[in-house]
């Protein structure tokens, strides 16, 4: 029977960490994923044998390991998962409750045979089938739920509600799994108390169908989500071209305008060439051009949406006297999207300009350098900095130290860069604060 149950939970351990490797998103390359998952096998398996065979009647040996066994899957599982969030906490959760179903089989299919073999056979296929049916029919929509991290925050001051619940959402498999252990692991198991196993399979049976309200309800959240975060961008789109064609109008008018007054500045040259007032006539052509200049649409990049961001910017930047130097090169059509870019270049020109606008007139600098073609991405912005600034252990980017209300921002340029596959980084050193994000295009060939 401790052979029985050393196999049994060995064979559960396998099946929760393929769930593990296959339903997230990794950070290191697959050896090194597949790696870290093995390593964490071997810890849980070789704990196994504290409560199974060397302690066997300790309740708190029982309790220990499998505390210690939890928190090794749960930060494996967070480890190697690129996006540490709490929908990959919740998916950690999860493995653990969808290998009870087969945990629990072996146990009930030699509670009625008394068959090691054919017990072990029928927890292996029923582990391996509930695998294959959630690779099959969830793990695209999985995966593309916990890329989607539709947290855009431009233009936004708090998260919609339906972005805020996975916290709760975590405690679904929680409660599960304690019942579970409860009634079929602790303090009684199934083999001394086997009037439990209709109950746990009842339970099974309500896990499941819990699992597909939960997914359906995610599903249909991650639309609404997304739906809300496109919205208040394609409202911020627009109230940028309402400004530019507002400036587009003051430049048309100030045109017709120059056009009325050339005949008179043309009268006031011929009349002063006659007179031999040359320096007057260069005052005159000066201001001519000065107003021209003023009549001028900035064009900043080739790319429309970017130039328009790019003169709200520079707009916002010279009502607070703030010096701001752009560089920016930017394709007319760019391998990324449009509006998730401009709402990153956004993001962090504001909380540029947040940081300096309060600062003496000659520290009042942004330097950003922005470029985007068919080959690579690269934005880069710095400024002085008289404050602290508090990284996130996760994130690697500035905290928001204006109240819990704020904050999206940096989580928006968090998840752009991951679906982008790109790099981000910053420091603040002497004084001066950075912050770059680059990522590499695959090159297209014909």
């Keep these: 029977?401790?052979?029985?149950?050393?196999?049994?939970?060995?064979?559960?351990?396998?099946?929760?960490?393929?769930?593990?490797?296959?339903?997230?998103?990794?950070?290191?390359?697959?050896?090194?994923t597949a790696g870290i998952c093995?390593?964490?096998?071997?810890?849980?398996?070789?704990?196994?044998?504290?409560?199974?065979?060397?302690?066997?009647?300790?309740?708190?040996?029982?309790?220990?390991?499998?505390i210690f066994q939890?928190?090794?899957?749960?930060?494996?599982?967070?480890?190697?998962?690129?996006?540490?969030?709490?929908?990959?906490?919740?998916?950690g959760l999860s493995s653990s409750n969808y290998v009870i179903a087969g945990a629990i089989s072996a146990t009930t299919l030699y509670y009625y045979t008394k068959d090691t073999l054919l017990s072990l056979a029928g927890s292996f296929l029923i582990h391996f089938v509930i695998l294959l049916i959630l690779y099959i029919k969830i793990r695209k929509i999985w995966l593309t739920q916990v890329t989607n991290s539709a947290s855009y925050g431009y233009g936004?001051?708090?998260?919609?509600?339906?972005?805020q619940n996975w916290w709760e959402l975590c405690l679904i498999p929680v409660f599960f799994y304690?019942?579970?252990?409860?009634?079929?692991?602790?303090?009684?198991?199934?083999?001394?108390?086997?009037?439990?196993?209709?109950?746990?399979?009842?339970?099974?049976?309500?896990?499941?169908?819990?699992?597909?309200?939960?997914?359906?309800?995610?599903?249909?959240?991650?639309?609404?989500?997304?739906?809300?975060?496109k919205n208040i961008l394609f409202e911020s789109h627009i109230k940028n071209l309402e400004d530019q064609y507002e400036l587009i109008k003051q430049s048309e008018k100030n045109l017709k305008i120059l056009r009325h007054d050339m005949r008179h500045y043309c009268g006031m040259i011929d009349a002063l060439l006659k007179q031999g007032e040359y320096e007057e006539i260069h005052?005159?052509?000066?201001?001519?051009?000065?107003?021209?200049?003023?009549?001028?649409?900035?064009?900043?990049?080739?790319?429309?949406?970017?130039?328009?961001?790019?003169?709200?910017?520079?707009?916002?930047?010279?009502?607070?006297?703030?010096?701001?130097?752009?560089?920016?090169?930017?394709?007319?059509?760019i391998p990324v999207n449009d509006y998730e870019f401009t709402a990153v270049i956004a993001n962090l020109a504001e909380n540029a300009l947040f940081n300096v606008k309060d600062?003496?007139?000659?520290?009042?600098?942004v330097d950003i350098k922005i470029q985007?073609?068919?080959?690579?991405?690269?934005?880069?912005?710095?400024?002085p900095c008289k404050k602290p600034v508090i990284i996130d252990a996760v994130t690697g980017l500035p905290k928001s130290q204006r109240g819990p209300k704020h904050g999206l921002g940096m989580q928006s340029i968090s998840a752009f860069s991951n679906n982008i596959k790109g790099t981000i980084g910053c420091r603040c050193e002497e004084g001066i604060f950075s912050i770059t994000m680059f990522a590499k295009f695959p090159s297209v060939k014909n």
């Design 156 to 163: 936004a001051k708090t998260k919609p509600h339906f972005t």
């Design 70 to 91: 939890i928190i090794v899957t749960q930060s494996s599982n967070i480890f190697i998962s690129e996006n540490r969030t709490s929908k990959v906490l919740f998916m």
């Design 359 to 365: 600062y003496e007139k000659e520290q009042r600098i």
């Design 178 to 229: 304690c019942t579970f252990t409860f009634i079929a692991y602790f303090p009684y198991t199934l083999d001394e108390n086997p009037k439990n196993i209709p109950g746990i399979l009842f339970l099974i049976i309500t896990m499941f169908v819990s699992y597909i309200v939960v997914l359906r309800y995610v599903e249909s959240e991650g639309k609404k989500s997304d739906i809300y975060w």
């Design 283 to 333: 005052n005159i052509t000066a201001h001519i051009h000065c107003v021209t200049d003023a009549s001028r649409v900035q064009k900043y990049c080739s790319n429309m949406l970017v130039n328009t961001i790019l003169s709200k910017i520079m707009k916002k930047a010279a009502s607070l006297s703030i010096d701001m130097h752009l560089d920016a090169r930017v394709s007319k059509k």
């Design 372 to 383: 985007c073609d068919e080959q690579h991405l690269l934005i880069h912005l710095q400024n």
């Design 1 to 32: 029977m401790e052979d029985f149950k050393n196999i049994s939970y060995m064979m559960s351990h396998v099946f929760l960490f393929l769930f593990i490797y296959l339903f997230n998103i990794h950070r290191y390359s697959r050896l090194v």
């Design 38 to 66: 093995f390593f964490s096998f071997l810890i849980i398996t070789i704990a196994d044998s504290l409560k199974l065979n060397f302690f066997p009647d300790s309740n708190l040996c029982y309790v220990i390991v499998t």
